[in-house]
């Protein structure tokens, strides 16, 4: 089973406008209405590809119910910690004359400590029951930057495997909790290592420093041209085709399902990331954020290259 963590859960709300105007009234071609957060854009891929998901984290109000509600078609069980307090929006404005993104995130409500507490007592309860745990994105207010550091804490000690998927303080200090995997982008391995990070070269060697910290794998995203993973079987790049991506939110989300799913299944290292690429690249073909085809996903399979470097 794998088991994702959403602290601070959404209605993913993605409008879909001919030409988006600023401060013009704008008519909405399409709308759809999605549960989101980074933790569920990784629950609905893994539960896609066939396996048992289980998701928790903080859910609020009516808006809460949704989210819960319309996990139920993905097959995945909800767990979440329930609040008085509504449960944020997220709005994506898709421009479909000059191909543009705009994203408007809400913050949330305000966790207390009494809650993080109590949402703690039902976590230690849900992770013995799995062999995989993916914590992504952000923190209601409230939560320092110590949050996942403790939930990685308490995977650790339980003897899973576990994923964090973060920025800033929450990933600075989660890591010192030794996670087995994280995915940072270029501006995250600069603010661990210090390192300019200009060159693969130089990525990949501040890739190591993050590894021989205590990291198991280290994924780094190259856009377009794949990924690198390294680990102490040594470094890898995926090299993904060439595509005509529709919605890249939440790839990398889907990425992270792939990486969940490798861990579960214990497959290899390269099969991992080359399951990890196909589920990301075949989301992006899809207008639905953390949702792939699994025609899309088993075509780009085999045109996935991973080279040892």
């Not at 639905?288 to 699994?294: M, Q, R």
């Amino acid at each position: 089973m794998i088991l994702t963590v959403t602290l601070n859960a959404a209605i993913d709300k993605r409008y879909v406008v001919k030409e988006f105007q600023v401060g013009e009234v704008n008519r909405v071609a399409e709308c759809t209405y999605t549960p989101g957060g980074k933790g569920l854009n990784v629950s609905k891929p893994a539960s896609i590809a066939g396996a048992e998901v289980v998701a928790t984290g903080f859910a609020g109000g009516h808006a809460g119910n949704y989210i819960v509600d319309s996990l139920e078609p993905f097959g995945i069980k909800s767990e979440f910690y329930h609040m008085e307090a509504e449960s944020r929006s997220c709005i994506n404005i898709w421009d479909q004359k000059n191909h543009v993104q705009t994203e408007f995130l809400e913050p949330g409500f305000t966790v207390s400590e009494k809650d993080f507490e109590g949402f703690c007592k039902k976590f230690k309860t849900l992770v013995p029951k799995a062999d995989v745990v993916a914590m992504s994105g952000s923190v209601p207010k409230g939560l320092d930057g110590t949050a996942y550091q403790k939930l990685v804490s308490i995977v650790k000690e339980a003897g899973k495997k576990v994923i964090l998927d973060t920025s800033g303080k929450l990933l600075e200090l989660g890591i010192e909790a030794k996670p087995t995997m994280v995915k940072p982008n270029i501006d995250e391995i600069r603010m661990l290592t210090g390192s300019h990070c200009d060159t693969r070269e130089e990525l990949i060697e501040a890739g190591k420093k993050i590894h021989k910290a205590g990291i198991e794998i280290v994924v780094i995203s190259l856009g377009a041209d794949g990924s690198l993973l390294i680990c102490t079987d040594g470094v890898y790049q995926a090299i993904v085709p060439r595509i005509d991506a529709v919605n890249t939110v939440g790839c990398g989300d889907s990425m992270i399902a792939g990486f969940a799913l490798g861990f579960e299944r214990r497959l290899s290292v390269q099969e991992t990331l080359r399951l990890a690429s196909a589920i990301s690249a075949s989301a992006a073909l899809r207008e639905e954020t953390g949702f792939f085809v699994k025609e899309d996903m088993e075509r780009i399979l085999p045109q996935i290259e991973i080279k040892k470097l």
